[in-house]
């Protein structure tokens, strides 16, 4: 099918006041998503120094924070694989609306935990909610927005996360070590329910596979047909190092930022704090910059042309961000651009994802993309908690090591198929 022809004017000439309103819903739950996934990573310092009754600095607490994010990462593939395969099946807005009760109800729930297996089970359950509203809200701004605004119209979706992880640093540092209020604000979210119930409406897209009475979410079919499977196969392993290396490098400028600050001198506390401003608003602030930039770089460059520049920039920044810095004034000049250039790719996930799958298909396919990369990055996360925990091995080499993972980023895009200027597939 030939592309449809496209207007000379700018790329949101013809967006719609609907189209404009559903980018505004989705993006708002993504933020939150956000919001709960990084609610933890700020917080859990505090968190598993008192669950463990350890020093806040403690091999122990590193070791269990990475295998929490596991956790994590092993719900977010669960939830995004079933929640994405049941919004093809009834829908987008019954799916999203289920799926933001689950990330903020769990969440508040963790202002009860008293043992670390609490915190497991919440986190999973979290995970669950997170992980299956960007599948079903990825899907949602592809199918609705037209051809020419759609990788815009993504981007700036996906780039909303640093609104969250902003949220997620400023509720950080107004709590302090009282962590359990952090989670009392993660209830919040729920709110966001009744307007995607009173707001949003089916894609006429998705509504035409019951009318052609096409099999919806079928995993048959899209592990069935070879070329879907092949998408879903190698988006789920460009998935995985992208977001392997957000958990295990790009939420390290938090802690490579205490453990600078802690040997010009600071206290712990004082460290952590500045660490909690340095990554959740000043890194966050580079990386919502490269998370905006992904969509126009996409539409220039190809998709596949803009994911291998940055994952050749993220490459090259990785070691220098764990290196160079001298003094807390430099760390505050790198983190920005560390945030950049590591953390824009994952606004190209919910540019592209959607557009290697059908309409009966999009949200399954996207989600076990995106989310069944959470799963192979789940062991990415372990390994990077037993490598921090060598005895001898810096948190700088550490994180330098498992930025080589970019690399592979590199080798999985030599077999993916270019989609620019290509129609959703139907």
Same mark, same amino acid.
């Given at each position: 099918m030939a592309a449809p022809s496209e207007s000379n004017g700018p790329w949101y000439a013809e967006v719609t006041g609907y189209q404009w309103l559903v980018l505004a819903i989705a993006s708002a739950g993504w933020a939150f998503d956000a919001f709960e996934g990084q609610l933890f990573n700020i917080t859990r310092s505090q968190l598993l120094a008192d669950l463990l009754g350890a020093g806040d600095q403690s091999q122990a607490v590193r070791l269990w924070g990475d295998r929490f994010l596991a956790i994590f990462l092993l719900g977010g593939t669960l939830g995004g694989v079933v929640f994405g395969s049941l919004a093809d099946r009834f829908g987008r807005k019954p799916i999203m609306s289920l799926t933001i009760l689950f990330y903020s109800i769990f969440s508040g729930l963790?202002?009860?935990?008293?043992?670390?297996?609490?915190?497991?089970?919440?986190?999973?359950?979290v995970a669950l909610g997170v992980g299956g509203e960007w599948a079903v809200a990825a899907a949602l701004v592809a199918e609705v927005f037209p051809p020419k605004a759609r990788a815009h119209a993504?981007?700036?979706?996906?780039?909303?996360?640093?609104?969250?992880?902003?949220?997620?640093?400023?509720?950080?540092?107004?709590?302090?070590?009282?962590?359990?209020?952090?989670?009392?604000?993660?209830?919040?979210?729920?709110?966001?329910?009744?307007?995607?119930?009173?707001?949003?409406?089916e894609p006429e897209r998705w509504q035409r596979t019951g009318v052609e009475q096409r099999p919806r979410g079928s995993f048959r079919e899209l592990f069935g047909t070879p070329r879907w499977r092949n998408s879903a196969i190698l988006g789920l +392993?460009?998935?995985?190092?992208?977001?392997? &290396?957000?958990? /295990? %490098?790009?939420?390290? #400028?938090?802690? $490579?930022? =205490?453990?600078?600050?802690?040997?010009?001198?600071?206290s712990k506390e004082e460290a952590q704090?500045?660490?909690?401003?340095?990554?959740?608003?000043?890194?966050?602030?580079?990386?919502?910059?490269?998370?905006?930039?992904?969509?126009?770089?996409?539409?220039?460059?190809?998709?596949?042309?803009?994911?291998?520049?940055?994952?050749?920039?993220?490459?090259?920044?990785?070691?220098?961000?764990?290196?160079?810095?001298q003094t807390y004034a430099q760390q505050l000049m790198i983190l920005p651009i560390f945030g950049f250039c590591t953390l824009s790719i994952h606004a190209g996930?919910?540019?592209?994802?959607?557009? +290697?799958?059908?309409?009966?298909?999009?949200? &399954?396919?996207? /989600? %076990?993309?995106?989310? #069944?990369?959470? $799963?192979? =990055?789940?062991?990415?996360?372990?390994l990077s908690g037993e490598l921090k925990a060598l005895p001898g091995m810096s948190l700088q080499l550490a994180v330098s090591i498992l930025g080589c993972l970019f690399l592979l980023g590199l080798v999985v895009l030599l077999f993916l198929p270019e989609t620019k200027g290509r129609p959703l597939p139907e």
């Open positions: 963790t202002f009860f935990a008293t043992d670390l297996w609490h915190v497991a089970f919440l986190r999973f359950f993504s981007g700036i979706f996906h780039s909303t996360s640093v609104l969250g992880t902003w949220l997620a640093a400023l509720a950080g540092i107004l709590v302090g070590t009282q962590w359990r209020y952090a989670y009392v604000i993660g209830v919040i979210p729920a709110l966001l329910v009744l307007w995607v119930r009173t707001s949003v409406r +392993l460009l998935a995985a190092v992208g977001l392997g &290396t957000f958990w /295990g %490098v790009i939420v390290a #400028g938090q802690d $490579l930022t =205490a453990d600078l600050l802690i040997r010009l001198g600071k704090q500045s660490a909690k401003f340095a990554y959740g608003i000043v890194q966050a602030l580079g990386g919502g910059l490269g998370l905006l930039a992904f969509g126009p770089l996409a539409e220039r460059l190809g998709r596949r042309g803009a994911f291998a520049l940055m994952h050749i920039a993220a490459f090259i920044i990785v070691p220098i961000t764990c290196y160079v810095p996930y919910a540019i592209y994802f959607p557009e +290697l799958f059908p309409d009966h298909l999009r949200a &399954t396919g996207a /989600g %076990v993309c995106f989310n #069944g990369g959470r $799963l192979v =990055a789940a062991s990415i996360l372990v």
